[in-house]
């Protein structure tokens, strides 16, 4: 039997339709309401591709602009959703050595210092609380997701 790597693992949770923090399927794969929710940065979602890759480099030409759309419009979403900012784009691959963006909403009311850093830097996220769509994130996730969908019917 084949073992999973954690990206892998996850995508096939969302098409067995097991993932309460999935959002929504855009073209280049699934956007989903992160694990880890620092208290500072509520919002953070990813993007996971579909098929997984190791990196951006391993998607052709066209992949590529498909991923960075989505995952702008995946800021998009998360901005108005939750006032924020800006948004961090984040593609780093560096723990989990596989293809996947981060969307981290910053806030005109964390630290000024902390705001200068990146947002791994800046905050705990192994500590921060897991995000549950299903309790006390519902409305997070609901507002994100309604506003995902409305962005990708204005753009189909």
Not at 11 to 17: A, F, H, L, P, Y
Not at 21 to 38: D, M, T, V
């Amino acid at each position: 039997m084949t073992t999973l790597n954690p990206i892998q693992s996850r995508v096939d949770r969302i098409r067995r339709g097991y993932d309460p923090q999935f959002l929504a399927q855009l073209p280049s794969g699934y956007a989903i309401l992160a694990n880890q929710q620092p208290d500072a940065v509520r919002g953070c979602c990813m993007l996971l591709p579909d098929p997984v890759v190791p990196s951006p480099n391993d998607l052709d030409a066209g992949a590529r602009e498909r991923f960075m759309a989505d995952l702008v419009l995946l800021g998009d979403a998360v901005l108005t959703a939750t006032g924020a900012e800006r948004i961090n784009y984040l593609i780093l691959c560096n723990q989990v050595p596989w293809l996947h963006g981060h969307a981290v909403p910053r806030y005109a009311s964390e630290d000024a210092e902390l705001r200068l850093q990146g947002p791994f830097e800046a905050y705990d996220f192994a500590g921060a609380h897991k995000a549950d769509a299903t309790g006390p994130d519902a409305e997070l996730h609901a507002a994100i997701k309604t506003e995902l969908e409305r962005l990708t019917a204005e753009r189909d």
